[in-house]
């Protein structure tokens, strides 16, 4: 499990690829997006990628990070091309069949990725994510507590940067930008 006062010191450090955090994170994974699609890490659109872990019909605090994953996105289009992307917590709820139409309500290039537990595992151990069920609300399923942070990833699927989830977009805009400028270089 990473440390909060880690993360800080490494988002603070500025721009840095992921081997240059203090810790290992990020790596491969393959999942499918809701589209039935085979996707990697890596961006098949050659786009930097905002990459956060929840579910899709979370009324927690995905109702805060998916909003701001987009406003996100809106605000930095005409700076350069970043792509959403949610990988479930909740493989049984978010399925390929029905992970998408709750992630387009947010944005529409939102990518939704689901798989079966053992590849979710792996992508979860990459990233250095937990999740646990915390209880059973008898009016929507399991609730889950799991990873918030942001990771902002280049093309290639490497973790560039986290982004806190507490921030507001300016505040994300800010750690975002020089890494899209960087990234148009």
Do not use: W
């Given at each position: 499990m990473i440390h909060a006062a880690t993360l800080i010191?490494?988002?603070?450090?500025?721009?840095?690829?992921?081997?240059?955090?203090?810790?290992?994170?990020?790596?491969a994974f393959s999942l499918v997006d809701q589209f039935g699609v085979n996707r990697t890490q890596v961006a098949p659109d050659g786009?930097?990628?905002?990459?956060?872990?929840?579910?899709?019909?979370?009324?927690?605090?995905?109702?805060?990070?998916?909003?701001?994953m987009a406003d996100i996105v809106d605000e930095l289009a005409d700076v350069g091309l970043l792509t959403p992307v949610?990988?479930?917590?909740?493989?049984?709820?978010?399925?390929?069949?029905?992970?998408?139409?709750p992630l387009a309500q947010y944005h529409p290039d939102f990518v939704g990725l689901t798989g079966s537990e053992a590849a979710l595992q792996i992508a979860y151990d990459a990233f250095s994510v937990e999740k646990e069920v915390l209880f059973?609300?008898?009016?929507?399923?399991?609730?889950?507590?799991h990873g918030s942070f942001l990771y902002l990833l280049d093309s290639d699927g490497e973790?560039?940067?986290?982004v806190p989830p507490v921030m507001d977009?300016?505040?994300?805009?800010?750690?975002?930008?020089?890494?899209?400028?960087?990234?148009?270089?």
């Open positions: 010191a490494a988002i603070a450090a500025g721009p840095a690829y992921a081997n240059d955090f203090p810790f290992n994170i990020g790596g786009h930097l990628q905002l990459l956060f872990f929840g579910y899709a019909n979370c009324e927690q605090i995905c109702s805060a990070s998916l909003p701001l949610m990988i479930t917590v909740d493989a049984a709820r978010d399925t390929v069949a029905n992970i998408g139409q059973t609300d008898p009016a929507g399923g399991e609730v889950f507590a973790v560039l940067t986290l977009v300016d505040q994300a805009v800010g750690i975002i930008t020089p890494y899209l400028s960087a990234h148009k270089s």
